[in-house]
């Protein structure tokens, strides 16, 4: 279970989340919808531990830990996964040795034997199949030359083989055509369970005909302004935000 | 037994008139390269060319002749890299049979059985050429006929501190690729204990020809490695070369690349890994002296503790060396505050229809790379491992041939082992 509590962050000294308050049960899959600047990639790298933002206020607790005094491979290992909306590339660095570094090292945090490369093979070439990635994927720099889509799609790969509790999705879903988007819809999907939860950061209706949300929250100026059920996003699609905000403020 | 010991620029004169009668080859050009060494001294800093790397910890050091070689002890072969090739291999400087395993197609004639200097090395203005001239008593000849594809070979420098103080020793090499013909060249220098290795390497790549090139300098970290390499390429000819430099106290991998026909092809690139007080510098000059030749130089530097890199890359475009192409880019990653790197790129174009650029990056990892690891879990120490040896593993991509480019991976490898012990 994920609770926000008055979450308040900062970067430059340029206040960007003012309070936030959100809880996202097991099992369940939350929305983030809202317009540019309104602080959800924020919210997103606040939550997964990057230090060039500074949290001002409130309280961030993950199954019990204090996720904001973790580092980030802490997070990762208590089972938090962000996908990135702009996927970094790594030159250098084999797309499968990457993979296999990560897994082990989280296995490891949970006193789990280490994959070999056999067995890693293994495990991801099956992986890569079901999100109708080429092999070769896999043989490749992380996502060095991959295009948007590759890239995104690497990103679901990633979260198919650590296994999160929580998936941040960053707009993952942009620069997706309507197979691929499917893909990573079902990627999700595929991990959903009584112990899996997920916010998905998204602009689109789109995606979530296919990941259909437990709740959905609009976020604004820093605030969630509203949150609903899945019809939420439906009035968002027809009405857009400015409505929303105007009656908010 | 003891050895003379000698210091400074009189130390090696004075052991050039002591030898001087038993020295082989031409006694005029060793007489004239003394004279110029005289003149030019190992200079310091005040001398444009020696800003950055100061000669003087040589002129300060106390060399001894190196002893007759030892006998043949195959311990010293696991030190260096196992390539299935054949090998010249020179222990102190002289070439050694026992230990060698020479190419059964190819001429080799060793420095000291006939002692030829070429005609590209400048003795005239290169100090430490000049006191190789002077005092060179070995080295490699390998003369490679037309149209031969003369495989790899392995050419080794062991340094063994069996004379009980400092040795000095400057082979002398000459390889030639006659048009069309073919070599890939592996360079292994290591050794222990305190010494000067001063190579002078004269190559001609003929028409056509292509000379594949790499060099690991993994010497002791008390030696002195200062080499200077000469290569002409002629028309459509490709020299090939990397340097790889791990070792030594205070090190220069000095080139002078001369594209003297249409179509020639130079790549000198290079990655050095330094630590402690470690001082490496890569100088390079190449003269485009015709049309549609192009040069390429990457040299990546990964700098750790008080070390401190070089780079003085100089291109320069005769009048009528139109359609140049001309690439120079050092990059370095600082891994410590103390860290140092200096580099001095120089352009120097006389044709009109040229396209030449040079670039440098100096910096620390990539904050975003090091969070994007760290978010999947890899502990900040791993991240940044993984993140150097990527940034040397795209340097190291620059080598096309496999077993040679795992050799160096291995030696990266473990020189980066040994950091995180």
């Given at each position: 279970m994920l609770e926000i509590r008055g979450l308040s962050a900062s970067i430059n000294d340029k206040p960007i989340l003012k309070g936030i308050d959100l809880t996202v049960p097991p099992g369940e899959v939350h929305a983030i919808m809202g317009p540019n600047g309104s602080g959800k990639s924020t919210l997103a790298y606040v939550l997964s531990g990057?230090?060039?933002?500074?949290?001002?206020g409130g309280s961030v607790t993950f199954n019990g830990h204090d996720l904001l005094t973790m580092a980030p491979e802490e997070r990762a290992a208590a089972g938090v996964f962000l996908a990135f909306q702009a996927p970094i590339e790594l030159p250098g660095v084999g797309n499968a040795n990457f993979l296999r570094t990560a897994l082990n090292a989280i296995r490891r945090a949970h006193g789990e034997s280490e994959l070999d490369a056999v067995q890693f093979l293994k495990l991801a070439r099956a992986e890569a199949k079901r999100l109708a990635m080429p092999d070769d994927m896999l043989k490749r720099n992380v996502n060095v030359g991959f295009s948007g889509g590759e890239k995104k799609r690497n990103e679901v790969l990633q979260m198919a083989i650590l296994r999160p509790k929580l998936a941040i999705l960053d707009e993952t879903d942009s620069g997706l055509d309507i197979d691929a988007l499917k893909i990573v819809a079902d990627g999700v999907n595929e991990l959903r369970s009584p112990e899996f939860s997920a916010l998905v950061i998204t602009h689109h209706q789109r995606l979530l005909d296919h990941l259909v949300p437990t709740r959905v929250h609009v976020l604004a100026g820093g605030r969630i302004i509203r949150s609903g059920g899945p019809d939420l996003a439906l009035e968002l699609e027809a009405r857009g935000y400015a409505g929303l905000v105007a009656e908010a403020a | 037994m003891t050895a003379a010991v000698q210091t400074g620029v009189d130390g090696f004169l004075a052991r050039y008139r002591g030898l001087r009668d038993r020295l082989p080859g031409d006694r005029a050009e060793r007489d004239a390269a003394a004279e110029a060494f005289r003149r030019a001294g190992l200079p310091g800093r005040r001398v444009e060319a020696w800003k950055y790397t100061d000669l003087r910890p040589v002129a300060a050091a106390a060399f001894a002749e190196p002893l007759p070689p030892l006998a043949a002890d195959s311990a010293w072969l696991a030190r260096i890299p196992q390539l299935d090739a054949p090998r010249l291999v020179f222990v102190d400087g002289r070439y050694h049979p026992e230990l060698s395993v020479p190419p059964a197609a190819l001429r080799f004639t060793p420095f000291a059985a006939r002692a030829e200097f070429g005609k590209l090395a400048q003795p005239e203005r290169e100090p430490l050429v000049a006191l190789n001239t002077m005092l060179a008593e070995d080295g490699a000849g390998l003369h490679i006929p037309e149209g031969m594809d003369a495989g790899t070979l392995h050419l080794v420098s062991l340094a063994t501190d069996s004379a009980g103080g400092s040795t000095a020793f400057h082979p002398r090499h000459r390889i030639r690729l006659e048009p069309g013909a073919k070599l890939t060249l592996l360079e292994t220098s290591t050794g222990d204990g305190a010494y000067l290795h001063n190579p002078v390497t004269e190559m001609h790549v003929g028409k056509n020809a292509e000379l594949t090139h790499v060099r690991l300098q993994d010497e002791s970290t008390d030696a002195f490695h200062l080499a200077t390499l000469y290569v002409q390429i002629d028309e459509g000819g490709t020299y090939d070369s990397f340097v790889l430099n791990l070792g030594g106290r205070m090190v220069r991998s000095e080139v002078h690349a001369h594209l003297?026909?249409?179509n020639g092809a130079a790549h000198l690139n290079g990655a050095q890994l330094l630590t402690g007080t470690q001082h490496a510098d890569f100088t390079s000059v190449v003269r485009h002296d015709a049309p549609n030749c192009n040069s390429r130089q990457t040299v990546k530097n990964v700098l750790t503790g008080r070390s401190r890199g070089v780079f003085q890359g100089r291109i320069e475009v005769a009048r009528h060396a139109q359609k140049t192409d001309g690439y120079q880019m050092n990059q370095a990653l600082l891994l410590s505050p103390d860290a140092e790197v200096d580099t001095k790129p120089e352009l120097e174009i006389f044709a009109d229809d040229v396209k030449c650029s040079h670039g440098a990056t100096v910096g620390e990892l990539d904050a975003e790379q090091l969070f994007y690891l760290r978010s999947r879990g890899i502990p900040d120490g791993e991240a940044r491992s993984i993140l150097v040896r990527a940034f040397l593993a795209e340097g190291l991509q620059a080598v096309t041939q496999d077993n040679i480019r795992a050799i160096l991976e291995d030696s990266v490898e473990r020189w980066w082992q040994r950091q995180l012990a």
């Amino acid at each position: 279970m994920l609770e926000i509590r008055g979450l308040s962050a900062s970067i430059n000294d340029k206040p960007i989340l003012k309070g936030i308050d959100l809880t996202v049960p097991p099992g369940e899959v939350h929305a983030i919808m809202g317009p540019n600047g309104s602080g959800k990639s924020t919210l997103a790298y606040v939550l997964s531990g990057r230090e060039e933002y500074a949290v001002t206020g409130g309280s961030v607790t993950f199954n019990g830990h204090d996720l904001l005094t973790m580092a980030p491979e802490e997070r990762a290992a208590a089972g938090v996964f962000l996908a990135f909306q702009a996927p970094i590339e790594l030159p250098g660095v084999g797309n499968a040795n990457f993979l296999r570094t990560a897994l082990n090292a989280i296995r490891r945090a949970h006193g789990e034997s280490e994959l070999d490369a056999v067995q890693f093979l293994k495990l991801a070439r099956a992986e890569a199949k079901r999100l109708a990635m080429p092999d070769d994927m896999l043989k490749r720099n992380v996502n060095v030359g991959f295009s948007g889509g590759e890239k995104k799609r690497n990103e679901v790969l990633q979260m198919a083989i650590l296994r999160p509790k929580l998936a941040i999705l960053d707009e993952t879903d942009s620069g997706l055509d309507i197979d691929a988007l499917k893909i990573v819809a079902d990627g999700v999907n595929e991990l959903r369970s009584p112990e899996f939860s997920a916010l998905v950061i998204t602009h689109h209706q789109r995606l979530l005909d296919h990941l259909v949300p437990t709740r959905v929250h609009v976020l604004a100026g820093g605030r969630i302004i509203r949150s609903g059920g899945p019809d939420l996003a439906l009035e968002l699609e027809a009405r857009g935000y400015a409505g929303l905000v105007a009656e908010a403020a | 037994m003891t050895a003379a010991v000698q210091t400074g620029v009189d130390g090696f004169l004075a052991r050039y008139r002591g030898l001087r009668d038993r020295l082989p080859g031409d006694r005029a050009e060793r007489d004239a390269a003394a004279e110029a060494f005289r003149r030019a001294g190992l200079p310091g800093r005040r001398v444009e060319a020696w800003k950055y790397t100061d000669l003087r910890p040589v002129a300060a050091a106390a060399f001894a002749e190196p002893l007759p070689p030892l006998a043949a002890d195959s311990a010293w072969l696991a030190r260096i890299p196992q390539l299935d090739a054949p090998r010249l291999v020179f222990v102190d400087g002289r070439y050694h049979p026992e230990l060698s395993v020479p190419p059964a197609a190819l001429r080799f004639t060793p420095f000291a059985a006939r002692a030829e200097f070429g005609k590209l090395a400048q003795p005239e203005r290169e100090p430490l050429v000049a006191l190789n001239t002077m005092l060179a008593e070995d080295g490699a000849g390998l003369h490679i006929p037309e149209g031969m594809d003369a495989g790899t070979l392995h050419l080794v420098s062991l340094a063994t501190d069996s004379a009980g103080g400092s040795t000095a020793f400057h082979p002398r090499h000459r390889i030639r690729l006659e048009p069309g013909a073919k070599l890939t060249l592996l360079e292994t220098s290591t050794g222990d204990g305190a010494y000067l290795h001063n190579p002078v390497t004269e190559m001609h790549v003929g028409k056509n020809a292509e000379l594949t090139h790499v060099r690991l300098q993994d010497e002791s970290t008390d030696a002195f490695h200062l080499a200077t390499l000469y290569v002409q390429i002629d028309e459509g000819g490709t020299y090939d070369s990397f340097v790889l430099n791990l070792g030594g106290r205070m090190v220069r991998s000095e080139v002078h690349a001369h594209l003297t026909g249409r179509n020639g092809a130079a790549h000198l690139n290079g990655a050095q890994l330094l630590t402690g007080t470690q001082h490496a510098d890569f100088t390079s000059v190449v003269r485009h002296d015709a049309p549609n030749c192009n040069s390429r130089q990457t040299v990546k530097n990964v700098l750790t503790g008080r070390s401190r890199g070089v780079f003085q890359g100089r291109i320069e475009v005769a009048r009528h060396a139109q359609k140049t192409d001309g690439y120079q880019m050092n990059q370095a990653l600082l891994l410590s505050p103390d860290a140092e790197v200096d580099t001095k790129p120089e352009l120097e174009i006389f044709a009109d229809d040229v396209k030449c650029s040079h670039g440098a990056t100096v910096g620390e990892l990539d904050a975003e790379q090091l969070f994007y690891l760290r978010s999947r879990g890899i502990p900040d120490g791993e991240a940044r491992s993984i993140l150097v040896r990527a940034f040397l593993a795209e340097g190291l991509q620059a080598v096309t041939q496999d077993n040679i480019r795992a050799i160096l991976e291995d030696s990266v490898e473990r020189w980066w082992q040994r950091q995180l012990a």
